[in-house]
């Protein structure tokens, strides 16, 4: 082995170790903020949907890496860099640096990785003769690591194994292959087999063309643009949408045959520029709010709304086809509304109760709780209000110390409504805040964080379960359920149901104008 590949084994591995289970207890305890509920994280069993749209040629390149088109590539870290310099080197150093990216992989899933079936699937202590034995039969075949591409299948067979249907091998940003934009950016689909081996729809971006084409959670995709969608990639996960920018070519219109139900439909898709985030109308004596994304400015964009100056009787907010966000910025959007500086907080009497009871008498609205999660090691952790305060981050706007005035907030989903977004639900519904109208969520409860690899790419694992504040688990929701949604236990339930696809304007909306009724 030469001297380079020597000091970058000895620095990758270093990294590399096993993970101290007391250290990815606590990283996983802490606040949600490190862990994402990721939009659309439906992989690896989907790829970019647009990936059928494209000549075979291109079309045949594999699904882990299609870049999304929102995505920049981050700088590259110390390790990366060395990985690059080893994979110009001999054979020797770059089956070094390859083993020390699969030895970190095997300990970040053995140490990290979350199995919702009580360990049916996964228990890195119950089998860590077996999952060792793993590692060593990879290693007995160095010539598997002598590129990116054989580590990559190795560590691909070890998420095989452990069966986390969320989980995703990200490349490397150099490796990523980058494509022309598309309407069909916006949709998650998964293969079918049940369905003939079609694309089945599981999510459906918030005023996307897709959702203007009425294309629905639960629809099975025959073709696009002409070519049967049973060929080709079969997968993918919708990539996060941001409007063009200058000089950007908007995205070709596509096509699509897809059934629903015994009927097969055709549908178009346009060009038009996604909706933004978080979009509101004034219906009058009502507020209309689409959140289509839980991120970043998502929280600031809500408090804004809830301190405005005049506000409306009643708060509509949207929720259907969200595919979640992150669990940090849904969980912060949720405590505004337990916060006296933005909203008038329900009673003790209707909020769910702390998971430890607090001394001395009646808990303080801090101390209602948002979630609960539950990692590999059992650990079990409330999150409460005070975790996601907001307002030292965004104050009342001058000083103001009067009440809040109580407004009726309802929320609507359906069964696009998923993971970090069905948490944002389960919080206000839990605790008397809101008032849930539409059809079952989706019921992703699963918490996906990314752990960075030494070659510059990320392993993404399912980490820790999410329950609601009642301590309620959210059911999955099978591919089955979302062709049968009458037969579905999954996902959160609604307090009114209100089946009103597609979603239209809040002014020509069926669930909006019951919304805002007084029949809830």
């Given at each position: 082995?030469?001297?380079?590949?020597?000091?970058?084994?000895?620095?990758?591995?270093?990294?590399?170790?096993?993970?101290?289970?007391?250290?990815?207890?606590?990283?996983?305890?802490?606040?949600?903020?490190?862990c994402a509920l990721a939009a659309p994280l439906f992989a690896p069993l989907f790829a970019p949907?647009?990936?059928?749209?494209?000549?075979?040629?291109?079309?045949?390149?594999?699904?882990?890496?299609?870049?999304?088109?929102?995505?920049?590539?981050?700088?590259?870290?110390?390790?990366?860099?060395?990985?690059?310099?080893?994979?110009?080197?001999?054979?020797?150093?770059?089956?070094?640096?390859?083993?020390?990216?699969?030895?970190?992989?095997?300990?970040?899933i053995s140490t990290m990785a979350y199995d919702p079936t009580g360990g049916l699937r996964f228990?890195?202590?119950?089998?860590?003769?077996?999952?060792?034995?793993?590692?060593?039969?990879?290693?007995?075949?160095?010539?598997?690591?002598?590129?990116?591409?054989?580590?990559?299948?190795?560590?691909?067979?070890?998420?095989?194994?452990?069966?986390?249907?969320?989980?995703?091998?990200?490349?490397?940003?150099?490796?990523?292959?980058?494509?022309?934009?598309?309407?069909?950016?916006?949709?998650?689909?998964?293969?079918?087999?049940?369905?003939?081996?079609?694309?089945?729809?599981?999510?459906?971006?918030?005023?996307?063309?897709?959702?203007?084409?009425?294309?629905?959670?639960?629809?099975?995709?025959?073709?696009?643009?002409?070519?049967?969608?049973?060929?080709?990639?079969?997968?993918?996960?919708?990539?996060?949408?941001?409007?063009?920018?200058?000089?950007?070519?908007?995205?070709?219109?596509?096509?699509?045959?897809?059934?629903?139900?015994?009927?097969?439909?055709?549908?178009?898709?346009?060009?038009?520029?996604?909706?933004?985030?978080?979009?509101?109308?004034?219906?009058?004596?009502?507020?209309?709010?689409?959140?289509?994304?839980?991120?970043?400015?998502?929280?600031?964009?809500?408090?804004?709304?809830?301190?405005?100056?005049?506000?409306?009787?009643?708060?509509?907010?949207?929720?259907?086809?969200?595919?979640?966000?992150?669990?940090?910025?849904?969980?912060?959007?949720?405590?505004?509304?337990?916060?006296?500086?933005?909203?008038?907080?329900?009673?003790?009497?209707?909020?769910?109760?702390?998971?430890?009871?607090?001394?001395?008498?009646?808990?303080?609205?801090?101390?209602?709780?948002?979630?609960?999660?539950?990692?590999?090691?059992?650990?079990?952790?409330?999150?409460?209000?005070?975790?996601?305060?907001?307002?030292?981050?965004?104050?009342?706007?001058?000083?103001?110390?009067?009440?809040?005035?109580?407004?009726?907030?309802?929320?609507?989903?359906?069964?696009?409504?998923?993971?970090?977004?069905?948490?944002?639900?389960?919080?206000?519904?839990?605790?008397?805040?809101?008032?849930?109208?539409?059809?079952?969520?989706?019921?992703?409860?699963?918490?996906?964080?990314?752990?960075?690899?030494?070659?510059?790419?990320?392993?993404?694992?399912?980490?820790?379960?999410?329950?609601?504040?009642?301590?309620?688990?959210?059911?999955?929701?099978?591919?089955?359920?979302?062709?049968?949604?009458?037969?579905?236990?999954?996902?959160?339930?609604?307090?009114?149901?209100?089946?009103?696809?597609?979603?239209?304007?809040?002014?020509?909306?069926?669930?909006?104008?019951?919304a805002l009724g007084d029949g809830i």
């Open positions: 082995m030469s001297k380079l590949a020597l000091l970058l084994h000895l620095a990758l591995l270093q990294s590399a170790a096993p993970l101290d289970p007391s250290v990815a207890i606590k990283a996983v305890r802490r606040r949600a903020a490190t949907l647009a990936a059928a749209a494209v000549p075979p040629t291109a079309a045949a390149v594999p699904p882990t890496v299609v870049a999304s088109p929102a995505r920049a590539a981050s700088p590259m870290s110390a390790q990366a860099a060395l990985y690059r310099e080893a994979m110009a080197g001999d054979a020797a150093a770059r089956v070094a640096a390859n083993e020390a990216v699969y030895e970190q992989a095997w300990g970040t228990d890195g202590r119950a089998r860590a003769a077996e999952w060792v034995a793993r590692k060593r039969a990879a290693f007995a075949k160095p010539a598997t690591f002598e590129t990116p591409a054989g580590t990559r299948v190795a560590v691909g067979e070890l998420l095989e194994a452990i069966d986390d249907r969320w989980a995703a091998l990200e490349p490397a940003p150099a490796e990523r292959v980058a494509r022309p934009r598309s309407p069909l950016d916006d949709v998650a689909v998964a293969r079918a087999a049940a369905a003939g081996g079609g694309l089945e729809v599981v999510a459906v971006r918030p005023g996307s063309a897709a959702e203007r084409a009425d294309l629905r959670v639960g629809d099975v995709v025959r073709s696009v643009a002409g070519r049967s969608a049973a060929r080709g990639p079969a997968v993918s996960r919708a990539a996060p949408r941001r409007a063009a920018r200058g000089g950007a070519a908007p995205p070709a219109p596509a096509a699509l045959v897809v059934d629903r139900g015994g009927a097969r439909l055709r549908l178009s898709l346009d060009a038009a520029a996604p909706a933004p985030d978080v979009s509101t109308v004034d219906l009058g004596d009502a507020r209309y709010l689409r959140v289509a994304s839980f991120d970043r400015d998502t929280p600031r964009k809500i408090a804004a709304l809830l301190l405005e100056r005049e506000p409306k009787a009643r708060l509509v907010l949207d929720l259907r086809n969200n595919p979640g966000g992150t669990l940090q910025y849904a969980m912060q959007s949720a405590a505004l509304f337990f916060d006296e500086a933005y909203a008038s907080p329900p009673p003790a009497s209707a909020r769910a109760k702390p998971f430890q009871a607090p001394r001395g008498g009646a808990a303080d609205v801090g101390r209602t709780p948002l979630c609960f999660t539950v990692n590999s090691r059992g650990e079990y952790t409330d999150h409460d209000v005070d975790e996601y305060r907001t307002d030292p981050r965004y104050p009342r706007a001058g000083g103001e110390t009067s009440p809040r005035a109580k407004r009726d907030v309802v929320l609507l989903v359906n069964r696009g409504t998923a993971s970090a977004a069905e948490a944002f639900a389960a919080a206000l519904r839990d605790n008397g805040a809101a008032t849930v109208l539409g059809e079952r969520t989706f019921g992703k409860s699963l918490v996906q964080h990314a752990f960075p690899l030494p070659d510059g790419g990320a392993l993404r694992l399912t980490v820790a379960e999410l329950l609601s504040p009642r301590q309620q688990h959210l059911p999955p929701t099978t591919l089955a359920d979302l062709r049968d949604p009458a037969a579905s236990r999954g996902g959160l339930a609604p307090d009114a149901l209100c089946d009103a696809a597609p979603v239209r304007p809040p002014r020509e909306d069926a669930c909006t104008a019951r």
